[in-house]
Structure formats: structure tokens, C-alpha cells
């Protein structure tokens, strides 16, 4: 792992690439994520966003990029499952996450975990650490804790923030116009022209992930537009 500097300085004004696949889908496998990291790194990304500890271990030894690890893990009663406990933070850091993400909203954590222990404890191991958020009074709260950068990430997946088919480009200004730590912009990046405009707005960093490395929902927004075309000719490919 390198500095905190060190990090976000490679991070800096770069993409991020989210490369994740979950069980059940094509790609999932932690080989086949390195692959998809090392093209990646390939195309230019500055760094990698990966899920569990397997792929976080495979990607970081085929690329030299920064990794910000995450995982995801369902508990009942919670709606929180990016990181939701220490027990998480604990397996990324054996892995070699050199950057850890968790969720940072006001959403009930599993058992008696606290956003605070997390902040706490990667401030303690001396562990860069990224705050999702989906709403501004969750980037304000987490700058307070001590979190190294906050990202865009959950607008949206929460019941209370703002529920848009595209980015959040409100939130990103507004928490560009309000923190003094790095803001990364993540969620429904879909476009380069949406990631340029993130930039223009004062994001540090952008991350994309389902645009570039999800190709069942890339061909699904290339079907529904020939479905479109279809419709028009009276054709619903019934026939």
C-alpha cells in the first residue's frame, strides 16, 4: 500500500474503473476481473474498484494500479451491504486493498457496527478510505469523521435521495462547493461526455463500471434502442 498522498495523486483528475461481476452473472471469477483490470489499465484508468477478496488479490497482481476494494455481503435487517462491518474491512485489508469504500449513509448498519468504528479504525491503521454517500448531509458527516475522500456513489440506491435515470451532477457540485476533501464522482456514468462534464465540475476522480465492464448491460442498451427502430417499422420482431 502506498501513502495517502501517494494514492490520491494517482488518482487524481484520472477514471476509475469499477470491474465487478457478481455470482450468477457472465464474467464473475476472479481471473476473468484481472483480465478486465488489466484492459483497464491498458485503456489509461488511473485505478480499479473491485469486489471481494479474490478478485481485489487477482487484480492487484496483474495491474500496478491503485485498488479500492469493497464488499459486498447482505445482512438481514440491513439495507447496508458495500462494507457494512468491520468484519469486511478486516478481510480487504489481508487482501491488499490499498484504498477501502464503504457505505456512508444514514441507513441502519448490521448489528451494533457504526460508521464511526470504520472511519476510526482505517484512520487508526492508516488506510485510505472512501465514503459512499448519496446525499450532501452524508458527504458533510463523513469529511467530519475523518474519511479521505467521499464519492457519488448511493445517490439514488437510498429511498430518501434523488432518484434519476443519469448522474447526479447536483450532488457532485454541491459537494465540490462544500468539502475540502477530495469528491469523486460515481453512479450511472454512462457516457465519456457525462464523465468530462464530472470533471469540469470540480470532481477529483470519476468512476465508471456497468458503461465499460458489463457487456450484457452495454448489449441491453443497444437492443433497446433497435427494439425502438422496431417499434417505429410496426415490426415487434414477433415474427
Known amino acids: 500500500m502506498g501513502t495517502l498522498n501517494t494514492i490520491l495523486q494517482k488518482l487524481r483528475h484520472g477514471l476509475i474503473v469499477s470491474c465487478q461481476a457478481l455470482p450468477g452473472e457472465p464474467l464473475h471469477g476472479a481471473e476473468i476481473m484481472a483480465r478486465m483490470a488489466a484492459a483497464a489499465e491498458e485503456g489509461g484508468a488511473v485505478g480499479i474498484r473491485a469486489n471481494g ?32 462491518t468491520l468484519r469486511e474491512i478486516d478481510e480487504l485489508l489481508e487482501a491488499g486493498a490499498d484504498m477501502i469504500a464503504f457505505d456512508a449513509t444514514r441507513q441502519k448498519r448490521p448489528g451494533d457496527s457504526t460508521l464511526e468504528q470504520i472511519v476510526a479504525f482505517l484512520h487508526r ?24 475522500c467521499v464519492s457519488t456513489t448511493l445517490s439514488g440506491y437510498t429511498p ?52 465499460i465492464t458489463r457487456p450484457q448491460l452495454i448489449t441491453g442498451r443497444f437492443m433497446a434502442a433497435i427494439r425502438k427502430v422496431a417499434v417505429n417499422d410496426g415490426n415487434d420482431g414477433s415474427d
Open 160 to 211: 430518501y435521495s434523488l432518484q434519476q435515470e443519469g448522474p447526479n451532477f447536483e450532488l457532485l457540485q454541491s459537494a465540490v462547493d462544500r468539502l475540502s476533501i477530495p469528491v469523486i464522482a460515481e453512479g450511472r456514468m454512462n457516457e465519456p461526455a457525462q464523465v468530462q462534464q464530472a470533471l469540469e465540475l470540480g470532481a477529483y476522480a470519476v468512476v465508471v463500471g456497468s458503461a
Open 125 to 148: 491503521s492508516g488506510t485510505a478510505s472512501m465514503a459512499d454517500i448519496s446525499i450532501l448531509e452524508e458527504a458533510v458527516h463523513a469529511e467530519a469523521l475523518g474519511v479521505t
Open 53 to 84: 477478496s479474490a478478485d481485489i488479490r487477482a487484480i492487484k497482481s496483474a495491474v500496478s494500479l491503485p485498488v479500492i476494494g469493497i464488499i459486498k455481503r447482505d445482512y438481514p435487517g440491513s439495507e447496508v451491504y458495500i462494507t457494512p
